[in-house]
């Protein structure tokens, strides 16, 4: 019996799997075009979503990666532990201390393909396999990364820098009360993501070196620059790694990113359905097999309304 996906009840494999398997049929369509085959506007369309999911989504579509990124002693690592609930990646005096990303990942296994391609080595791989007990469902399928020093003199690790904040889902600039200006910084990095609020978040970390008046000067200062670099949205967190203030807005603005995410995966995971469902009719078309061979194995089955040509 042919199975379909828009069965209410049947969620089908992942969304993972849903890419590769419509990469899959985009390549034998590719091959069979022409009046009795797939249609150009077809493939065209899925390649387009195809290309629009990415092979972030094919690694893994259920987890959100969020970066910590900032200058040496901005106090990235000390945010992370603080956020990670324990003291993971070392914190020190002498800089630059964070010499290869970190990560920890809240409840989400199946992710050591995604980190491979991250670059986070084995050894700095941490798990909070226990979410599901201390409350932190919503933190479930969190990556977050303390990341090297943007301006490393290190090569390596500000290259790095410059892979993982175009893949992130979501950036978050620490900046300290000394540096938070720092031309470099909003030149190389945020000015480029002007009208893409939403991937970013900046934080201003050592807050308990300051006094109320001086916070209140510097969260407006630095709204202002951002402001100026046509990132009106981005929200500004006040933390102190030190003492713990703002660390539970922080996870919380973590948290949102991660239930966006979801949401995107969800919408994604919805289109790709939908695009199958258009191959079906031309399914067995391709008289190789491409329907059997895996493809799109006990996924992709029924009537479709598109045929050749539409
Ligand atoms: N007073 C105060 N000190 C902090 C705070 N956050 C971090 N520090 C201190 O600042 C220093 C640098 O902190 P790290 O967390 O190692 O900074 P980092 O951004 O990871 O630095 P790199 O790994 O070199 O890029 C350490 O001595 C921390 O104890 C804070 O909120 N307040
Ligand atoms: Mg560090």
Same mark, same amino acid.
């Given at each position: 019996?042919?199975?379909?996906?828009?069965?209410?009840?049947?969620?089908?494999?992942?969304?993972?799997?849903?890419?590769?398997?419509?990469?899959?049929?985009?390549?034998?369509?590719?091959?069979?075009?022409?009046?009795?085959?797939?249609?150009?506007?077809?493939?065209?369309?899925?390649?387009?979503?195809?290309?629009?999911?990415?092979?972030?989504?094919?690694?893994?579509?259920?987890?959100?990666?969020?970066?910590?990124?900032?200058?040496?002693?901005?106090?990235? +690592? *000390?945010?992370?532990? /603080?956020?990670? %609930?324990?003291?993971?990646?070392? =914190?020190? $005096?002498?800089? @630059?201390?964070?010499?290869?990303?970190?990560?920890?990942?809240?409840?989400?296994?199946?992710?050591?393909?995604?980190?491979?391609?991250?670059?986070?080595?084995?050894?700095?791989?941490?798990?909070?396999?226990?979410?599901?007990?201390?409350?932190?469902?919503?933190?479930?399928?969190?990556?977050?990364?303390?990341?090297?020093?943007?301006?490393?003199?290190?090569?390596?690790? +500000? *290259?790095?820098?410059? /892979?993982?904040? %175009?893949?992130?889902?979501?950036? =978050?600039? $620490?900046?300290? @009360?000394?540096?938070?200006?720092?031309?470099?910084?909003?030149?190389?990095?945020?000015?480029?993501?002007?009208?893409?609020?939403?991937?970013?978040?900046?934080?201003?970390?050592?807050?308990?070196?300051?006094?109320?008046?001086?916070?209140?000067?510097?969260?407006?200062?630095?709204?202002?620059?951002?402001?100026?670099?046509?990132?009106?949205?981005?929200?500004?967190?006040?933390? *102190?790694?030190?003492?713990?203030?703002?660390?539970?807005?922080?996870?919380? =603005?973590? $948290?949102?990113?991660?239930?966006?995410?979801?949401?995107?995966?969800?919408?994604?995971?919805?289109?790709?359905?939908?695009?199958?469902?258009?191959?079906?009719?031309?399914?067995?078309?391709?008289?190789?097999?491409?329907?059997?061979?895996?493809?799109?194995?006990?996924?992709?089955?029924?009537?479709?309304?598109?045929?050749?040509?539409?």
């Amino acid at each position: 019996m042919s199975r379909r996906f828009s069965v209410p009840g049947y969620a089908g494999p992942g969304v993972s799997a849903r890419l590769g398997a419509l990469a899959r049929l985009v390549q034998i369509g590719s091959a069979r075009t022409g009046p009795d085959g797939f249609s150009d506007r077809l493939l065209g369309e899925a390649s387009y979503l195809l290309s629009r999911a990415g092979e972030r989504l094919r690694l893994s579509a259920d987890h959100t990666v969020v970066a910590l990124a900032g200058g040496t002693g901005s106090g990235k +690592s *000390s945010l992370f532990n /603080r956020l990670a %609930g324990a003291d993971f990646s070392t =914190v020190g $005096v002498t800089r @630059p201390v964070t010499r290869d990303i970190h990560a920890c990942v809240w409840g989400v296994s199946g992710s050591g393909s995604l980190l491979e391609w991250l670059g986070v080595p084995r050894r700095h791989r941490y798990a909070r396999a226990s979410a599901l007990d201390s409350g932190e469902e919503s933190m479930t399928g969190l990556v977050l990364l303390d990341l090297p020093d943007h301006d490393s003199v290190m090569a390596h690790a +500000s *290259s790095q820098v410059d /892979r993982i904040v %175009g893949l992130a889902d979501l950036m =978050v600039w $620490v900046l300290d @009360p000394q540096k938070y200006a720092d031309a470099a910084v909003h030149r190389r990095f945020l000015v480029p993501l002007a009208g893409h609020s939403e991937v970013l978040t900046v934080v201003l970390n050592q807050s308990d070196l300051l006094d109320a008046a001086q916070i209140d000067d510097c969260v407006h200062d630095l709204r202002r620059l951002l402001d100026a670099e046509e990132l009106h949205d981005v929200q500004i967190v006040v933390t *102190s790694a030190a003492t713990g203030a703002g660390v539970d807005e922080l996870r919380k =603005v973590l $948290v949102e990113a991660v239930s966006a995410r979801k949401a995107a995966t969800a919408r994604i995971a919805a289109d790709i359905d939908r695009m199958a469902e258009r191959f079906a009719p031309l399914a067995g078309l391709t008289g190789d097999g491409a329907a059997a061979d895996g493809a799109a194995d006990g996924w992709l089955g029924g009537a479709g309304s598109e045929a050749a040509g539409g």
